[in-house]
């Protein structure tokens, strides 16, 4: 069982909608998550992280997290082209520098102008 | 702030050549950072834990005696690839994780490697 899942897509939402990325993880001591949006041959970039149950917002990005569940979602209001990327999921167990973390393998957007 | 180099951005060398790259945190210290391969239309696949000061850790499958890590300081870690071949063609990326800030993990641009 992978560590970290996400569909890969691609998903293809129209511009002005709202995309809805989903992860699941199979850690249940998992305590942060993070989001990485990674463009065509560039290095991730982070959007996000939670840490806590419930929604964070940030401007057109929000995160949900499910702890119950061992569920966290990124949710981009009002789509944009420039948001067409590849999003990545990650799972961190602890606060100790020496855990490592978990990557999905991405989840591919297009936004539809 | 959180802003991480990579040094060289792009490479091309010979077959039997060795690579080296390197990674900085230019405004943080980074007790740990991380040293990343992706092919295209792949996902990051971690190769090794790089801590300041310690030897680093290897993930299963990769090679300690051909990817040579050193993390010699808070703020750079080096990754030499040694006699490079082909298959090694890829794209490596190193992330660092701030030492104030242990949750969070910053990327590198990415360093682009042509093996031919």
């Known amino acids: 069982q992978k560590e970290v899942e996400q569909n890969s897509g691609p998903l293809s939402v129209p511009e002005g909608a709202i995309a809805s990325l989903n992860c699941t993880y199979s850690d249940r001591g998992s305590q942060s998550f993070f989001w990485y949006r990674q463009y065509s041959g560039k290095s991730p970039e982070l959007i996000m992280f939670i840490y806590s149950n419930g929604d964070k917002e940030d401007g057109r990005f929000t995160a949900q997290l499910n702890k119950a569940s061992q569920y966290v979602s990124l949710l981009i209001r009002d789509s944009q082209p420039s948001d067409s990327a590849t999003y990545l999921c990650a799972v961190n167990q602890g606060s100790n520098t020496g855990n490592q973390f978990y990557f999905g393998t991405g989840t591919s957007l297009t936004v539809i102008p | 702030g959180a802003v991480v180099s990579q040094h060289p951005s792009r490479v091309i060398c010979k077959s039997g050549t060795s690579v080296k790259i390197e990674c900085r945190s230019l405004?943080?210290?980074?007790?740990?950072m991380f040293w990343y391969r992706q092919f295209p239309k792949q996902s990051l696949m971690l190769m090794a834990t790089?801590?300041?000061?310690?030897?680093?850790?290897?993930e299963q499958g990769v090679e300690k005696d051909k990817f040579l890590i050193n993390h010699a300081s808070l703020t750079l870690s080096t990754l030499t690839v040694t006699s490079a071949h082909p298959e090694d063609s890829s794209f490596y990326i190193c992330s660092a994780r701030d030492r104030a800030k242990a949750y969070e993990q910053y990327f590198g641009p990415g360093t682009r490697l042509t093996v031919t």
């Open positions: 405004d943080f210290q980074a007790t740990t």
């Open positions: 790089s801590n300041e000061g310690s030897k680093a850790t290897y």
